[in-house]
């Protein structure tokens, strides 16, 4: 089946629909239902994956963090080859106890939350576009953000496991604490980066999976970086598409960890 086939018959049917009827009331409508159409990639959903790798790989090595690199090495993604769902599913049951589910659409925060304190990780499968190798410019995610931004962390059990206890404590929230958990989770897991003696390291899968983003971070003299204090007001644009106003960081990822059971506890419990 082709990209366009996939694509169309995804976004366009059924699954929708169903999204649209059900939005926010119920996780299960949201999820590919089993038994689903397989995904198919394109010969030129290949090359882009290729193309990405390739251009990738070398960089993230230099500049992002060492938890990411371990999960990286371990994931070995091969520059012609998209692993399926279930592939990334199996490797990451192994190493930490997640998997991963197929998604066709973007998942409301409270139904995102409770699959995250599931350690199961909503992925959209459809892969971006030639012309957008770069910068992804799509609001929604594509499969390259899910399995190269996300999937090393995922993977790495002490990281993953601040993401789901994120998700244990986001749930039943109140729609304003959901807007500013919905910021924090944006300032740290999608842009976070790390800054201590040894300099500055990315692990936000909204930077490494793009290269505009990533050469940003290592070549802009004058971006914006605030300390991570998630009782202040944080700036997160929560637009995936376009670059962060503010950049938000820890001194290392055993301080984040210290800071999503202890703060974000905190801050829900007590607004
Ligand atoms: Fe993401």
Redesign the pocket.
């Known amino acids: 089946m082709s990209r366009e086939l996939s694509t169309v018959s995804l976004r366009e049917s059924r699954y929708k629909k169903l999204f649209m009827k059900n939005i926010c009331t119920k996780l299960k409508p949201i999820l590919s239902p089993k038994g689903s159409l397989p995904f198919y990639y394109s010969k030129e959903d290949l090359a882009v994956w290729k193309i990405l790798l390739t251009q990738q790989l070398p960089l993230v090595r230099a500049v992002a963090c060492p938890e990411y690199i371990e999960g990286l090495e371990k994931l070995n993604f091969l520059p012609d080859h998209i692993p399926s769902i279930d592939e990334m599913s199996k490797k990451l049951m192994q190493l930490s106890g997640w998997s991963l589910e197929p998604v066709d659409i973007l998942v409301p925060s409270q139904a995102f939350f409770e699959m995250l304190a599931q350690k199961r990780y909503p992925t959209i499968r459809i892969i971006r576009r030639k012309e957008e190798i770069n910068f992804y410019t799509n609001e929604a ?1 594509d499969v390259f ?2 399995y190269f ?2 999937g090393p962390m995922l993977a790495h059990e002490k990281y993953s496991e601040c993401m789901r206890l994120f998700g244990e404590y986001a749930q039943n929230c109140t729609d304003e604490i959901l807007t500013k958990l919905n910021k924090i989770f944006w300032a740290t ?2 842009f976070g980066l790390v800054k201590n003696n040894s300099g500055i390291k990315i692990y936000g ?2 930077i490494l999976p793009s290269h505009q983003e990533t050469m940003k971070i290592v070549n802009d003299n004058n971006l914006n970086l605030q300390k991570l204090d998630i009782s202040t007001n944080l700036a997160s644009s929560l637009q ?1 598409n376009i670059s962060q106003p503010i950049y938000y960081y820890v001194e290392s990822l055993d301080c984040l960890h210290n800071i999503i059971r202890n703060d974000l506890y905190h801050l829900i419990k007590h607004g």
Do not use: D, I, Q, R
Request: aromatic share 10%; hydrophobic share 20%; charged share 20%.
């Open positions: 995610p953000h899910e931004g996300h897991f999608e899968a909204g995936g």
